[in-house]
């Protein structure tokens, strides 16, 4: 359970992340890498209620059991605490300073699709 919490999560959601950006249903905002995408889902195994509960549910006659699922979830939690902990904190100090400011980057945006965009047979150059 310790390793499904922090791997699995994390595993989970950056594929889901990544899928969601690649097919184009989303995009990463302006300032986001793929580092922060990670690191956040590390940090996604820190919740462990559903977990305590699937625990309790798995084991009903077995007290000993039950504890150990616990104990193991509670150290999947502060495991992925310190693995998001330290990816967070590699992912700000490696990220790039941002030199352009969102509206200036709105704007190149905007820029870019109007030069894309075709114009009508109407319309003169």
Request: aromatic share 4%; hydrophobic share 50%; proline share 4%.
């Amino acid at each position: 359970m310790m390793l499904g919490l922090t791997v699995g999560k994390l595993i989970g959601v950056s594929a889901g992340a990544y899928a969601a950006v690649r097919s184009g249903i989303g995009v990463l905002p302006i300032g986001v890498g793929w580092g922060h995408i990670i690191a956040a889902a590390g940090l996604a195994g820190i919740g462990f209620t559903v977990s305590l509960f699937i625990a309790l549910l798995s084991f009903p006659d077995d007290a000993s059991l039950a504890e150990q699922a616990k104990v193991g979830v509670l150290l999947g939690s502060c495991l992925s605490l310190v693995v998001g902990g330290l990816l967070v904190h590699f992912s700000v100090r490696s990220a790039p300073s941002p030199d352009v400011s969102r509206s200036q980057a709105q704007d190149v945006s905007l820029d870019a699709v109007r030069r894309s965009t075709p114009r009508s047979q109407g319309q003169g150059s």
